[in-house]
């Protein structure tokens, strides 16, 4: 069965950095555009990030464009996130997604767990 | 990039039936049809319930139905069951490689 399992999560100070990473299994993950997706405390769903399946294409909130950057490593079937200049507001579950295409953004069939990622000033 | 209006809040006993709104515009709900909807249970990452308007992945219950008029898309959950209550968020496609969410509605079971 699909699994996605995000990791690197924790507490950083404001304007640091931190890398997400999503390990993925079940499915041949070459195949499939991988999102990132955050839920801050309390809140509704963001959309982030996509990267298309050979990762040629890579797409990004107006929120964090600039400073997140979505990359994927197919020879180890994983997904990252590498976080720069990190505000508070950026604090949030960040979901690992993989879509229905090839490409995206279209919808997301299987999500992981969350990571949380708590910003302090 | 602004969010897809939702109620705040739905409601209704076992057995009937709800319909959860989602309202966009011209550049999003109205030009494409790649709306889905997730459910989320308090906790617990969103499930996929509906994509492309009105498409149901495997597993899911045909209790649950999409549909799209304009720009605003609906959910329906019919025949309402105590595990129904959770969360549930819309998204649209949007445009020059954007996807958008709703505020989200949080669904009662009475």
């Known amino acids: 069965q699909v699994q996605l399992v995000e990791s690197g999560g924790g507490v950083v100070q404001s304007g640091r950095s931190l890398r997400l990473s999503c390990a993925a299994s079940?499915?041949?993950?070459?195949?499939?555009?991988v999102h990132w997706v955050r839920q801050a405390p309390g809140k509704g769903l963001e959309w982030v990030a996509v990267i298309s399946s050979d990762g040629s294409n890579k797409y990004y909130a107006d929120s964090v464009k600039g400073r997140f950057t979505i990359s994927r490593d197919n020879s180890k079937n994983t997904l990252y996130l590498q976080m720069n200049s990190l505000r508070t507001d950026d604090t949030a579950v960040y979901y690992c997604a993989r879509d229905g295409y090839s490409y995206g953004p279209f919808y997301f069939d299987s999500w992981g767990q969350g990571t949380l990622v708590t910003v302090s000033s | 990039q602004s969010a897809l209006t939702q109620p705040p809040s739905a409601s209704g006993s076992p057995g009937q039936s709800v319909t959860i709104s989602c309202t966009g515009t011209?550049?999003?709900?109205?030009?494409?049809?790649?709306v889905s909807w997730y459910q989320q249970h308090p906790g617990k990452a969103p499930k996929l319930m509906i994509f492309?308007?009105?498409k149901r992945p495997s597993g899911v219950p045909d209790r649950f139905s999409g549909s799209k008029s304009g720009n605003m898309a609906s959910l329906t959950v019919s025949g309402l069951q105590a595990e129904d209550e959770a969360d549930y968020y819309c998204?649209?496609?949007?445009?020059?490689?954007?996807?958008?969410f709703g505020g989200g509605t949080k669904l009662t079971v009475l």
């Open positions: 011209s550049s999003d709900v109205g030009s494409y049809n790649y």
């Open positions: 998204s649209s496609y949007a445009g020059n490689n954007n996807l958008v």
């Open positions: 492309e308007v009105n």
């Open positions: 079940g499915f041949p993950f070459s195949s499939y555009a």
